[in-house]
């Protein structure tokens, strides 16, 4: 239960961090940011990184900014910043309502909203949220910096597209426009554990009618996304019953749910309809 | 085996200086090398809260911290809640209220709920019960030690 020995690495920069992990990524280096993963995983022996990257002191990577309609959150941006809204829009209403979902609080007051991306657990609620928002994630190494959809970012379980000497510095999410309803639900056995499986709604009405409806599913499958095609049912209708039913059936149809000891994947898939629905219910009646 | 590190840790406005491998915990080196054996490690994954600290202010879990990243920081332990040997009024609100019967949880709880309180000494039930789910207790089932809390903050805020 004692983590195996390890380079400790304390970089003050990015360009210090990711010249690090550029010379150790080979040798197993991985970046510690709030640790509240990578420690117990340590601990348990499941992962012996030969060098940590202790990102935790980079300059500026702590900052949360608005820039160009995103919201930028930086490399270090605990949880618990979310707790009251960073922005006075529906994201900051967004994120503070799904942040009370992750762990516990003191777990939220050193986990950060980009080491949970770039951990890419099933059940992480920011991913479910990066997936269906459409997030930016900015890769930097010292080969330079590249911007990654979060549609081409996620790539199964705890599996992202980031190469292994580049350090996510940074998510961009958009500020959604006033107007946009939201509502997020998940389902676990008790407070704070891994959900079974979430859903993140938001549309507008415009005119009676649903437009830009997002929904995305997280904990179901191994990746979260948008489901198009529940959306699809969305737009364009009247909110209430009938298109929330129809969205609901069209996200539960469209799973391919991971199955465990504890949870067939017809399981998975009944809460994934029940979660949408309840879920647009909830955007509706904000 | 990798190197030793020397570093100031500051315990309860105390500084100690050890000397540490970088794979060790804040836990452990609080307890091992700076002796301060009140905070307790449980599970050691930052699952049940034992090990509950401090940091500038707010709750950890010091078992998924390394010691090396704790240098500079003010960390504060359950050793650190009595001033001048009075407890403090959530420590006696905790034997008050029989919210602790072993009391391996209770120094975790102790600077879980302190960390809250001194944040937000307005916290509404729903949100003090969320945060303190955050811990595990055996013994009481929860509910002497929502009770606790709830009566110390009520103390707290009369001496304000």
Not at chain 1, 102 to 122: E, K, N, V
Not at chain 1, 199 to 226: K, Q, S, T
Not at chain 2, 139 to 146: E, K
Request: proline share 4%.
């Amino acid at each position: 239960m004692k983590p195996a020995p390890f380079q400790y690495h304390a970089p003050k920069t990015v360009a210090d961090a990711v010249a690090l992990l550029a010379a150790h990524a080979g040798d197993d280096g991985r970046i510690l940011a709030g640790g509240q993963s990578l420690v117990p995983t340590m601990a348990f022996r499941l992962a012996r990184p030969a060098h940590l990257i202790d990102i935790n002191n980079v300059e500026g990577l702590d900052c949360i900014a608005e820039a160009g309609g995103r919201l930028c959150i930086g490399a270090t941006v605990r949880h618990a910043a979310f707790h009251k809204p960073v922005t006075a829009g529906p994201l900051g209403a967004l994120l503070s309502a799904v942040v009370r979902h992750i762990a516990h609080y003191p777990i939220r007051q050193r986990g950060t909203f980009c080491g949970s991306l770039a951990h890419a657990d099933p059940a992480s609620e920011w991913c479910c949220v990066a997936a269906a928002l459409d997030a930016e994630l900015v890769a930097r190494s010292a080969r330079g910096e590249r911007v990654i959809q979060a549609a081409a970012f996620f790539d199964g379980a705890m599996t992202t597209t980031l190469a292994e000497d580049e350090l996510l510095a940074e998510a961009r999410l958009p500020l959604l426009p006033e107007g946009t309803k939201f509502g997020f639900q998940e389902f676990s056995r008790r407070a704070g554990d891994f959900a079974i499986a979430m859903a993140l709604v938001a549309f507008r009405v415009e005119g009676g009618r649903i437009a830009d409806a997002r929904i995305g599913i997280g904990g179901a499958e191994p990746a979260a996304r948008r489901i198009a095609k529940a959306e699809a049912a969305l737009d364009g209708a009247a909110p209430g019953k009938d298109a929330f039913a129809a969205a609901a059936d069209a996200a539960a149809a469209a799973m391919d749910p991971m199955e465990d000891v504890n949870t067939s994947a017809g399981y998975r898939r009944d809460l994934v309809r029940t979660l949408v629905r309840r879920a647009l219910e909830d955007a509706a009646a904000a | 085996m990798t190197e030793k590190t020397d570093i100031t840790l500051t315990v309860n406005g105390r500084d100690f200086a050890v000397t540490v491998e970088p794979r060790r915990t804040l836990a452990d080196t609080i307890r091992d090398d700076c002796g301060q054996t009140g905070t307790h490690i449980g599970c050691e994954h930052g699952v049940c809260g034992a090990c509950t600290v401090l940091l500038d202010g707010e709750p950890v879990r010091s078992c998924l911290m390394f010691a090396v990243q704790a240098e500079g920081r003010e960390i504060r332990t359950v050793e650190g809640l009595a001033a001048d040997g009075a407890l403090s009024p959530l420590q006696q609100a905790f034997i008050d209220n029989h919210a602790l019967q072993c009391g391996f949880c209770t120094p975790g709880f102790l600077m879980l709920a302190t960390g809250v309180l001194e944040r937000d000494p307005d916290i509404g039930e729903d949100e003090l019960r969320e945060v303190l789910s955050s811990n595990l207790c055996r013994c009481t089932g929860y509910q002497n030690i929502v009770k606790a809390v709830k009566s110390a903050a009520a103390t707290m805020k009369a001496g304000r």
